[in-house]
């Protein structure tokens, strides 16, 4: 089968490249619209509807198309036509000679492959322009506010384990549909055999970072990263504001941390259930969200013991509820129009607890913050959480990058009420 480079080389000859699929798998109608719309029907932006008798060269003559659709391979480009005229220009005439050719994209057999292929989601990566969902192959698709995000798990397919450190599961493990980390046991000893995260690495030389983060009211931890990764890993987390504390080298940023928690009760861990149980009804005023990081840091600098190899940092709060769209920029003058009550993102109604073989999900895109995506869907905001993505083959689904073309919301996974997970309430002091 062949990759989505050779499908690149294929359409390059229209000076058009891949576009995404829906939000988050290669999109089939741009496949078909760069034939359709360049080639086709003679104007940018046909689209398949308008491709009109672009298919001759592939089903025409002998049939090489349909021969290439049984052997399960893709046409090539330039293809000629049963009058012995190449396809494209045939299309660009409108001129289709093959039976069954008007209204057929010149691309049909590789909106085809597209279908069928399967696509593997790395998770939730954020950067400078927003969240970015990573495949498998290093494909990615940028995630704007209101756009579809829409997608079903292959039938009959098995969650199987991502493996460790760049290297596949060697067993192909299944995993549990409801784990966040979609590792057998092994891989996931192996994955946190060095790190940082684990503590079981001490010699990195890179300097750190240690930070205040935010994430509700009453939820604030402390934490490290790589001086070099910036603000990332406050986004991965969904930190709603933050501040540096200081730089030093990595055991003397571990040291700082465990004296925050042992001299001010600073947990380094917030648990992801209790984050999103807050999300919308945040305080929505910049200042008043970080009051309380504002008043731990002063009271962190007074502590006596810290590192000498640690550089002190002043009190600078950052803020991401513009950053994650909790704003409700996605409704008000945004790309779903409307109003958001209080300027802000609605409360989830549900959240997805695992995805199941033949489940599908498609909603438009509201708000996302740390991993997880709020999604429009069935006239609320239900929160999907991308490591439940991990693992699964994922298919498009017919029609679903445009609600209007038969895509709309649809949900047929299993879901659970909001609200904090068994057990995730906190430490209990006793037995019973």
Do not use: N
């Not at 593997?120 to 990615?140: E, M, N, Y």
């Not at 003397?252 to 009760?265: I, K, P, V």
């Not at 962190?300 to 909790?326: C, I, K, N, T, Y």
């Not at 995805?355 to 709020?374: E, F, K, Q, R, Y």
Request: glycine share 18%; net charge positive.
């Amino acid at each position: 089968m062949r990759g989505p480079g050779e499908i690149r080389g294929l359409l390059r000859c229209c000076g058009r490249t891949v576009g995404p699929w829906f939000s988050c798998l290669p999109d089939v109608r741009e496949f078909a619209g760069a034939g359709a719309g360049d080639v086709g029907a003679g104007r940018p932006g046909g689209g398949v509807e308008e491709a009109g008798g672009v298919g001759a060269g592939l089903q025409g003559g002998a049939g090489p198309g349909r021969e290439a659709a049984r052997d399960g391979r893709l046409p090539r480009a330039g293809r000629y036509d049963g009058a012995g005229v190449p396809a494209w220009e045939a299309g660009r005439r409108g001129e289709g000679t093959a039976p069954g050719a008007a209204g057929r994209c010149q691309w049909w057999l590789v909106r085809s492959w597209v279908m069928d292929r399967v696509w593997t989601c790395s998770g939730l990566r954020w950067s400078g322009d927003g969240p970015v969902l990573a495949w498998q192959g290093g494909r990615s698709s940028a995630l704007p506010w209101g756009k579809r995000v829409a997608f079903e798990v292959a039938e009959g397919g098995v969650r199987t384990c991502v493996g460790a450190r760049g290297h596949a599961c060697p067993v192909r493990a299944a995993v549990p549909g409801r784990s966040t980390g979609a590792r057998c046991e092994q891989c996931a000893r192996l994955d946190r055999a060095h790190s940082v995260a684990a503590d079981t690495i001490a010699d990195d030389p890179r300097p750190y970072h240690v930070y205040l983060a935010w994430f509700g009211p009453g939820m604030t931890k402390a934490g490290i990263t790589a001086v070099e990764r910036g603000p990332a890993r406050l986004l991965e987390q969904g930190a709603i504001c933050f501040s540096w504390l200081g730089t030093g080298p990595l055991m003397a940023a571990r040291r700082t941390e465990e004296l925050l928690r042992a001299a001010l009760g600073v947990p380094d861990r917030i648990p992801y259930a209790a984050k999103r149980a807050v999300r919308s009804a945040l305080p929505s005023d910049a200042a008043e969200r970080a009051a309380e990081i504002r008043e731990l840091h002063g009271r962190a600098g007074a502590l006596p013991g810290w590192p000498e190899s640690l550089e002190r940092m002043p009190f600078g709060p950052v803020d991401h509820v513009g950053v994650f769209g909790l704003d409700g920029r996605a409704f008000g003058g945004g790309p779903l129009g409307g109003e958001a009550p209080g300027k802000r993102v609605p409360g989830p109604v549900a959240e997805v607890s695992e995805l199941v073989a033949g489940g599908v999900v498609s909603g438009a895109l509201v708000a996302a913050a740390g991993p997880d995506l709020h999604l429009a869907a069935g006239g609320g905001v239900v929160v999907l959480d991308t490591r439940l993505m991990t693992g699964w083959e994922l298919r498009p689904v017919p029609g679903g990058a445009d609600g209007e073309r038969g895509g709309g919301d649809r949900l047929t996974v299993p879901v659970r009420r909001p609200g904090p997970e068994r057990g995730a309430a906190g430490v209990q002091d006793g037995l019973f």
